[in-house]
């Protein structure tokens, strides 16, 4: 069955590593983990200037995963005019892309895409057909086809 409290368990455990988490209880506190992530931001952004760093983010669930995850930290995600639909520009130290916003979003997307990938199988095999096996390469066409 779906577990969304299992999932947003496994979400904050990942924001709490991110955020540096080293002992247990801190990891049961992951909800102090946005802050002290904000924090480090404030601290890089005193030693070293905003880049602007674009994403392409295609997959439309992970770009919003990415946009959420940038407001999170109060940063503001944004596109120019006539930019493609799945860039994304943020403004932030190159530090903290590197080292923080993009490890964290990658394992967070990782995390959420297994998670989707588990309801969607349940889904069709519950509700279309029990053999959710992939198609069959062939070398020819089949007869008729």
């Not at 709490?16 to 080293?22: K, M, R, V, Y």
Request: net charge neutral; with cysteine.
């Amino acid at each position: 069955m779906f577990d969304e409290a299992a999932l947003l368990d496994k979400l904050r455990k990942i924001e709490a590593l991110h955020a540096g988490a080293t002992t247990e209880g801190e990891k049961i506190a992951a909800a102090f983990a946005a802050e002290r992530i904000r924090e480090r931001l404030a601290a890089w952004r005193k030693r070293e200037p905003d880049i602007e760093m674009q994403y392409s983010l295609p997959d439309p669930w992970k770009r919003r995963l990415f946009i959420a995850l940038c407001r999170r930290y109060e940063l503001e995600p944004f596109r120019r005019a006539r930019q493609r639909y799945s860039t994304v520009c943020v403004c932030a130290p190159e530090p903290f892309h590197k080292n923080t916003l993009w490890p964290q979003y990658l394992s967070l997307a990782e995390a959420l895409q297994a998670h989707l990938a588990a309801i969607t199988e349940r889904v069709i095999k519950a509700a279309i057909h029990d053999d959710g096996r992939d198609d069959s390469e062939v070398r020819e066409l089949p007869e008729g086809g």
